[in-house]
């Protein structure tokens, strides 16, 4: 069981951009799902986060700018990032819940995937 972060990218202020979070392997639930980001020289933050039933909360830098969501139906979570700061330049990582089974035993994991660098720069 894997968790793979994509479509972090260089983009100008006032862009957008939109990360998918992919888990892969024989999982038979993803609980909570999240993104971090960790800018350099920083600790590692929430950004966002959402449940199953697809309740979501965030950041109050993502509020209104960042949008979470998710496709259990393919075990992919992804974040709609709009109107884009320098700020937000950070190596973005997600993080899920997951429960699948190993030799017929439930295994409860908690998830990293390997982080994706978005970077907001002219």
């Known amino acids: 069981v894997q968790l793979q972060a994509s479509g972090g990218g260089l983009v100008q202020p006032g862009g957008s951009l939109r990360l998918s979070c992919a888990a892969s392997g024989s999982i038979s639930r993803i609980d909570m799902m999240r993104w971090y980001r960790q800018a350099p020289g920083k600790q590692r933050e929430l950004v966002a986060a959402?449940?199953?039933?697809?309740?979501?909360d965030y950041a109050d830098s993502a509020k209104g700018r960042f949008t979470i969501s998710r496709d259990n139906a393919k075990n992919t979570m992804y974040l709609q990032m709009n109107n884009l700061k320098p700020e937000d330049t950070a190596v973005y990582y997600c993080?899920?819940?997951?429960?699948?089974?190993?030799?017929?035993?439930?295994?409860?994991?908690?998830?990293w995937g390997q982080g994706t660098l978005v970077t907001v720069s002219s």
């Open positions: 993080n899920a819940e997951i429960l699948y089974y190993s030799d017929d035993a439930p295994v409860a994991l908690n998830a």
């Open positions: 959402i449940a199953s039933g697809g309740s979501a």
